[in-house]
């Protein structure tokens, strides 16, 4: 089974600044089967980045993903206010899927 | 718009049974796997139950598998997901999910419906 980290726990950025969260596998996620989601209070889950770098339908470019192997990244180029939220990795590489424990950025 | 509704959850007592519903507008179930995806108060989001594009295979966690059986009625256009035997562990949002391709990320969500095991 593969263990998602993702750190930081809490990031605390202002508007307009970029935000890099990390996620890293346990071992080996193959085919860059890595999504990332944001999720913020009394709402669903939203996927924004699926195989690792493809960013989902309505997804603003200010959001990409990159990476491969054990290591992921999430970059948020500008944040701005409507970003501030929980983010979750979620890889589907290896059964049974399983999402990281989230980072928060919260507003500094 | 597409759109997944979920329906069907409420308080139930420990070892009892729940089914909860899923509609989907402008898409149709057949063409696409679907999962139930669940997430307890404050916790991170579980996998709970996937169905094959057609229905013919189905794949739970394992802490559910046994307990609940996820099934589709395509003249409807519904998802189910018929839970026994259920458990305080059981207590979560449950949310409806479509499936991306070729991966098991989920691309489209429902608002959820929690249900909640208590006595």
């Known amino acids: 089974e593969i263990v998602l980290t993702q750190s930081p726990g809490t990031l605390s950025l202002s508007p307009g600044e970029r935000a890099t969260l990390s996620c890293r596998a346990s071992q080996s996620v193959s085919r860059s089967y890595l999504a990332w989601y944001q999720q913020k209070p009394g709402q669903a889950p939203r996927l924004l980045i699926y195989?690792?770098?493809n960013r989902a339908t309505g997804i603003p470019d200010r959001f990409s993903g990159s990476g491969s192997g054990t290591d992921f990244t999430l970059t948020i180029s500008r944040l701005e206010p409507e970003d501030f939220a929980v983010y979750y990795c979620q890889q589907y590489d290896n059964s049974p899927q399983s999402f990281g424990p989230g980072t928060k950025v919260d507003i500094k | 718009e597409v759109q997944l509704l979920e329906s069907g959850g409420g308080v139930v007592q420990p070892g009892g049974s729940l089914r909860l519903s899923c509609e989907a507008s402008r898409f149709s179930f057949s063409s696409y796997a679907m999962s139930w995806v669940r997430q307890a108060p404050g916790k991170v989001p579980e996998w709970v139950s996937v169905i094959s594009v057609g229905g013919s295979k189905t794949y739970y966690t394992d802490s559910v598998k046994g307990r609940f059986t996820i099934s589709i009625d395509k003249p409807k256009n519904t998802l189910f997901l018929q839970m026994h035997s259920l458990r305080a562990e059981d207590t979560a949002v449950y949310y409806c999910a479509k499936i991306g391709d070729p991966g098991w990320y989920f691309d489209l969500w429902g608002r959820g419906t929690l249900v909640t095991v208590s006595s």
């Open positions: 195989d690792a770098s």
